[in-house]
């Protein structure tokens, strides 16, 4: 008997879902919270019309220590922060690159104002 993956469970194997990619399907991006936090939720869901733009979205806008946290799902496969890069870095990728302001975390040049949450 098989069981639903969670939004948050990683894709059983990836290589093979990004080989096949479809950049134009629908995609769906999760992210979990960080330790016992109190208030709000525990996750964050967003939809987009398109696959390419959940990654332009998950790469260039989500800071670095939140895109750990980050799933994202695509016609029933998941993919975690790793796969999303990946996806992104791909000759295939339909978008055009922006200034990837995806720095290392202790990078001092980084503004701090550009470091919202979702």
């Known amino acids: ?5 969670l939004p948050f469970e990683r894709a059983e194997e990836p290589s093979r879902s990004i080989d096949a990619f479809d950049y134009a399907a629908p995609a769906e991006i999760f992210m979990t ?7 709000g939720p525990a996750m964050t869901y967003r939809r987009f019309p398109t ?5 332009r979205f998950a790469i260039e806008e989500i800071p670095p220590s939140l895109l750990i946290r980050a799933t994202m799902e695509v016609l029933e496969s998941r993919f975690d922060h790793r796969a999303i890069r990946a996806l992104y870095q791909r ?8 200034a990837n302001r995806q720095a290392p975390p202790d990078s001092t040049t ?3 104002r550009t470091h919202g949450a979702l």
């Open 1 to 5: 008997m098989t069981r639903r993956k």
């Open 33 to 39: 919270r960080g330790g016992f936090a109190r208030g």
């Open 51 to 55: 696959a390419a733009a959940a990654i």
């Open 91 to 98: 000759d295939a990728y339909p978008s055009s690159r922006g």
């Open 110 to 112: 980084a503004d701090s």
